[in-house]
């Protein structure tokens, strides 16, 4: 009775909600557990129908240009729910971390050459900067 009380409770709260089910890409690391404190950076990218292949392509030789820091946690796509649809989760110690790993990318040979041909797949992209509670195991 509780539960079904709170239930109705938190739907008045509720806005919206969407749900996908996510595959990791095979080329980037399984997150795993990390000391920190970091902050998180969640970078969603929704790309044309038809694109998620050659995104996967770019990608897997892309990622070693953002390997150096250990900055990169997790890459992934949907499978159920909005299609072609891709997150990657990117580790950093702060705000000024983050500013500067993504400079530095941009200073290593390859790394354009990986945007030049990922950028024209995206319809949109987002970014969110999250902290971890204390019970999450990425610090």
Do not use: C
């Not at 509720?14 to 890409?25: A, D, K, T, V, Y």
């Not at 404190?37 to 990622?63: C, Q, S, V």
């Not at 971390?97 to 992209?125: C, F, H, Q």
Request: hydrophobic share 35%; no cysteine.
């Amino acid at each position: 009775q509780e539960y079904l009380e709170f239930r109705k409770e938190r739907s008045r709260m509720l806005l919206s909600r969407r749900n996908q089910l996510l595959l990791e890409f095979s080329f980037w690391n399984e997150p795993l557990p990390r000391q920190g404190p970091n902050i998180y950076e969640l970078r969603t990218y929704k790309l044309k129908p038809g694109t998620m292949i050659e995104w996967g392509n770019n990608w897997a030789r892309a990622i070693k240009y953002r390997q150096e820091n250990q900055e990169a946690v997790g890459g992934f796509f949907s499978q159920i729910g909005e299609l072609y649809v891709v997150h990657h989760l990117w580790a950093y110690k702060d705000l000024q971390s983050r500013e500067e790993t993504r400079n530095a990318a941009w200073r290593k040979r390859g790394w354009d050459e990986n945007v030049y041909y990922t950028v024209p797949l995206i319809r949109s992209m987002e970014s969110r900067i999250m902290i971890p509670l204390k019970i999450s195991p990425l610090q």
